[in-house]
């Protein structure tokens, strides 16, 4: 069991919002709860009253009351509140507990100075650009596409979007144009909002050809609007329009156009890092009642908060954190390199803007650990009430990392979900410990289970990830699947009726769950599913070692297989002998002999998506003979190139000819 970092103060449910939410619930439905599990149990069985709950609760602004709250449970095809009419752009604008002159939008970046929002400002930019939008012809069901990064902007442009019924989607301007055009052809955009460029760090990344490619590529653009970025007196290009001339002034009153509760809101994109990204259609009711409940109630965010999340547009963290003022909470928006000057940057960051949560990955936190930064030594943290991490399994010495070096009173939160469901569906909660090493408890609403190979529920043993029961925030649909094949191919072919996420988990008898790696990536050692995780803990654990990738290729006889292991190296170390009887030493040591590699190989660098999640998949399609072509849409990566190493690695193992790269 991992050990106790943090316990929540005595009088946790006095002041914590969850602790309000369980007052209502004695006080408005009659409800007592002894613990969090108890809470849990009744979330996922009583579907129909606690999803009414939370709508309540909330007091989510309706322009028709529902007429049930879902019709019935199976997967898919669960209807939610049938009836209701609402917008999302409208609930997150009432921003309560906010007056107007109050900051709500704190956005810094290495491209322009920083800039604040007040309530009252955020309401006047949306109410112009909606109308703004109107004026090019935008109404409900119209895509509105945005190339730009984490800014005020592409918040502002969401909100408008959504208000008038259409539909939102948007792509880092890191993406490139391939990249794009595979998520934006499918969706067949309207309009496109894009930058001229960016900076990251001290480089400035002119992204003006990349525009004008991803117009060619959509014939249905009628409208492209320029917002000038990186050089603000840069000149319109041709046919477009600019972002000040989108958001002119105007009399048009900010309105909101009712829609029912699984009406589009925007699309997300799987990651496409194998054939065409996924075009994820998310809905307005059960976006807002998701984010409502996960940012009350598990982060326990408010009007007295200021909430960051390091994240680009092309991630749906950014659609999480951009939900904040929804529950009152400030957003803090940032654009740019996380490393410059140095690692403390967003550390700066949060002690400048006042953060009370700080959000980011767990690749990032060991980042910092291995650097030997000391957060609290470098900015003033006092704010800090809340620290949360996702992207990948944070493993207990990031947990301890964090407690020895941020800060002893703050809660962490590591907690896992996914573009799917545009939340985290295992995370923390103000009324439980943290353990290091664990994600803390199965979040409200979500039915998580652990699957053996036969498809039972276990406990205490490594399974499958699956959800039984439905969630509100499960998509309305991919774009384009009238008939449903393609979701449910992607969800439910393997267990009918039962959502399989494509995560290893283990649920211990307290509820705490610890993520070991996506399913298709396993390791499987005589019979013993490992998952990937823990293997890069211990690697990357090693001073010598700045990145790996591990991959297990199976023996068609049904053998042990190879383990390889591929390893980035510290500036001017090269792989030999003794380091990789270290490495091994050290796997044997604090995982078991099973994983100890067949071979271990120096690479310059381990392909990673634009959201910096490891390719292992891939890597293991090249390593078995497929081309870098079909094997990775090298769109999606951060850092194409990296597949190289891979072909030419796979191709001397063979002798065959070098693979397309």
């Not at 048009?252 to 589009?264: A, K, N, Q, S, Y």
């Not at 949560?357 to 930064?373: I, N, V």
């Amino acid at each position: 069991m991992g050990e106790v970092l943090w316990t929540p103060p005595a009088d946790v449910r006095e002041r914590s919002r969850i602790g309000d939410y369980l007052r209502w619930l004695a006080e408005h439905r009659g409800l007592e709860f002894a613990d969090y599990d108890a809470l849990w149990q009744w979330s996922v069985t009583d579907l129909d009253a606690f999803w009414q709950s939370i709508w309540d609760f909330f007091e989510v602004v309706a322009h028709t009351p529902p007429t049930a709250t879902l019709t019935g449970r199976t997967m898919p095809g669960t209807r939610w509140f049938p009836g209701a009419t609402l917008n999302y752009a409208e609930n997150v604008l009432r921003m309560p507990g906010r007056a107007d002159d109050d900051p709500v939008v704190i956005a810094h970046g290495q491209t322009r100075p920083p800039v604040t929002l007040t309530a009252a400002q955020l309401r006047e930019q949306v109410r112009r650009v909606a109308a703004g939008l109107r004026r090019l012809g935008v109404g409900p069901g119209d895509r509105v596409a945005a190339y730009a990064p984490n800014i005020p902007e592409t918040f502002v442009l969401l909100l408008a979007t959504s208000s008038l019924g259409a539909i939102f989607s948007s792509c880092a301007p890191e993406f490139g144009t391939r990249s794009v055009t595979d998520r934006w052809q499918q969706i067949e955009p309207k309009v496109l909002v894009a930058v001229d460029g960016y900076r990251y760090g001290d480089k400035p990344v002119d992204r003006r050809g990349e525009v004008a490619a991803i117009r060619a590529a959509l014939p249905s653009l009628a409208h492209t609007v320029a917002v000038a970025y990186l050089d603000p007196a840069g000149s319109v290009p041709e046919g477009a329009i600019s972002w000040d001339e989108l958001a002119a002034a105007t009399d048009e009153p900010l309105t909101f156009t009712p829609v029912e509760f699984d009406h589009p809101l925007y699309v997300l994109y799987s990651s496409g890092t194998t054939g065409l990204p996924k075009p994820i259609v998310h809905g307005h009711g059960g976006i807002l009642l998701e984010h409502l409940k996960m940012l009350a109630l598990h982060h326990d965010l408010g009007p007295a908060d200021r909430f960051f999340w390091f994240t680009t547009t092309g991630w749906m963290m950014w659609n999480f954190l951009v939900s904040g003022p929804a529950v009152g909470a400030t957003i803090v928006l940032f654009d740019g390199n996380p490393g410059h000057p140095d690692l403390g940057a967003l550390w700066r960051l949060a002690a400048e803007t006042g953060t009370t949560y700080f959000g980011t990955s767990a690749p990032f936190l060991l980042a910092c650990r291995k650097s030997g930064l000391v957060p609290k030594e470098i900015a003033d943290l006092s704010a800090l009430r809340g620290v949360g991490s996702t992207g990948a399994p944070l493993p207990a010495e990031g947990f301890t990392w964090v407690y020895e070096n941020v800060g002893r009173d703050l809660q962490l939160q590591s907690l896992s979900g996914g573009t799917d469901v545009c939340t985290g569906f295992v995370g923390g909660v103000p009324l439980l410990p943290v353990h290091a090493g664990e994600i803390t408890c199965r979040a409200l609403g979500a039915k998580v289970e652990a699957r053996s190979a036969d498809g039972t529920p276990v406990i205490g043993e490594l399974g499958e990830l699956v959800i039984t029961e439905p969630m509100p925030s499960m998509p309305v649909g991919f774009w384009n699947d009238p008939e449903g094949a393609r979701y449910r191919e992607a969800y439910f072919e393997v267990y009918p009726g039962v959502w399989r996420h494509g995560d290893w988990i283990t649920i211990n008898s307290r509820g705490g769950c610890v993520i070991t790696g996506r399913s298709d990536a396993t390791l499987n050692r005589g019979g013993v599913r490992l998952g990937t995780a823990e293997f890069y803990s211990v690697v990357e654990g090693l001073d010598e070692v700045v990145d790996s990738v591990v991959v297990h290729l199976e023996d068609d006889e049904g053998g042990a297989g190879e383990l390889l292991l591929f390893v980035v190296l510290a500036e001017g170390l090269e792989l030999d002998d003794d380091l990789r009887r270290k490495i091994c030493r050290e796997l044997r040591t604090a995982l078991s002999p099973r994983h100890v590699p067949d071979e271990i190989h120096q690479v310059r660098a381990v392909p990673r998506t634009l959201s910096a999640k490891k390719l292992e998949v891939p890597v293991k399609k090249i390593l078995t003979g497929t081309p870098v072509d079909t094997a990775a849409a090298k769109g999606a990566l951060a850092n194409p190139e990296s597949l190289t190493a891979f072909a030419t690695f796979a191709q001397r193992r063979t002798g065959s000819p070098t693979p397309s790269v």
